[in-house]
């Protein structure tokens, strides 16, 4: 019978991972590929969606807020930044760090919605944030009409 937590499952899958892939570079010292290497590196990947779906799974405080700090909060951070950038929803009143917390805050909300056959987690959450900021970029841009002279 299997006593572990969902956390600690996803910790152990994580773990088991990067020895898979150090025991790769050590029996492929010298592979060359072709190209330029890659500058960035993804913000939401395949352990960002297990990290969540951990997270949905557990019942522990202490460990959802553990692998939230770790593997989901940076990700979402980044979600948001780039869709007020990418969609310029700039008719916020505060600085755009601010509007990005009080989007993860609500995407903390509905965190909970989210199951796989829902599709990926980037997309789920990608048009949970869009419609959220297309909504009050839309209220707030109001406003600003309406005090406008």
């Known amino acids: ?14 773990e088991d991972k ?6 790769a570079i050590k029996e492929h010292k010298t592979i060359k590929r072709r ?6 590196k993804l913000y939401f990947t395949q352990d960002t969606e297990n990290a969540i779906i951990a997270y ?18 940076h990700p979402l951070f980044k979600m ?5 950038h990418r969609y310029k929803f700039y008719h916020f ?15 903390l909300e509905k965190l909970p919605k989210y199951t796989q056959d829902k599709g990926k987690a980037f997309s789920y959450f ?14 707030h841009y109001n406003r600003k009409k309406s005090k406008a002279p």
Request: charged fraction near 25%; glycine fraction near 2%.
């Open 93 to 107: 009143d505060g600085p755009t760090q601010d509007i990005q917390y009080e989007v993860i805050a609500f995407i």
């Open 80 to 84: 948001t930044e780039s869709l007020i």
């Open 126 to 139: 990608s048009i949970v944030a869009k419609n959220y900021l297309i909504q009050n970029n839309y209220k």
């Open 56 to 73: 949905n799974n557990e019942e522990s405080d202490f460990l959802r807020n553990k692998v939230f700090n770790e593997y989901i909060h």
């Open 35 to 40: 190209g330029r290497p890659r500058k960035n």
């Open 1 to 14: 019978m299997n006593n572990q937590s969902p956390v600690e499952l996803f910790y152990k899958l994580i």
């Open 18 to 23: 990067r020895k898979a892939e150090l025991l």
